[in-house]
């Protein structure tokens, strides 16, 4: 799928090094709960996939700059409740490509891929509350704001911090669109 000049494919093994170097960099990891990984964890991670699992690599001007994230769950309910209606979606960009707005356009790609492609009906996003970027990113593709926890997630750096979960529905999602 293209999003504004960006491609999102499925991930190839000569993705792992470059998508590992700033996976583990510091400086992007600060605000994931896993802020480290193992490099075979990670490449065994981003090479299976899964009847659930719908990530993806973003790619721009021939290089891996992101990592999307697209996972299909079950939404609450009672039994006899529909099956793999909600998604949840992630990202991770190279910085040297921040303020280039890849994380927004990785975000639009994953709504669409859930709403357009995969008929979903509702996609949450969480991000930690100081991490002021995710948080634009979020608020700019049409996400609301649905829950602030007050340290509710154990960082091992920082200690208990804040947290902020986003979700949008379907039909929200097409009645922002412009129409055509």
């Known amino acids: 799928m293209r999003v504004d000049g960006l491609l999102l494919r499925e991930a190839q093994e000569s993705d792992?090094?470059?998508l590992l170097?700033?996976?583990?960099?510091?400086?992007?990891?600060?605000?994931?709960?896993?802020?480290?990984v193992e490099p075979d964890n990670f490449r065994q991670e981003l090479l299976a996939g899964g009847d659930s699992d719908f990530s993806c690599v973003a790619e721009l001007d021939g290089s891996a700059v992101a990592l999307g994230f697209l996972e299909v769950?079950?939404?609450m309910g009672q039994p006899g409740k529909p099956l793999r209606?909600?998604?949840?979606?992630?990202?991770?960009?190279?910085?040297?490509?921040?303020?280039?707005?890849?994380?927004?356009?990785?975000?639009?790609?994953?709504l669409a891929a859930a709403f357009d492609h995969?008929?979903?009906?509702?996609?949450?996003?969480g991000a930690n509350a100081d991490n002021h970027?995710?948080?634009?990113?979020l608020e700019k593709v049409g996400m609301r704001r649905e829950q602030y926890g007050v340290e509710d997630s154990w960082h091992a750096g920082?200690?208990?911090?804040d947290g902020c979960q986003y979700a949008i529905l379907a039909r929200e999602w097409y009645a922002q669109r412009p129409p055509g």
């Open 73 to 75: 769950v079950d939404g």
């Open 85 to 110: 209606t909600e998604g949840m979606i992630g990202y991770i960009v190279d910085p040297r490509c921040s303020g280039r707005g890849v994380a927004t356009r990785v975000a639009r790609g994953l």
């Open 21 to 36: 170097a700033f996976r583990n960099d510091p400086d992007v990891n600060r605000f994931m709960l896993r802020t480290y």
């Open 158 to 161: 920082l200690g208990w911090v």
């Open 16 to 18: 792992v090094a470059p």
């Open 133 to 137: 970027a995710s948080v634009r990113v």
């Open 118 to 125: 995969l008929g979903l009906r509702r996609v949450t996003a």
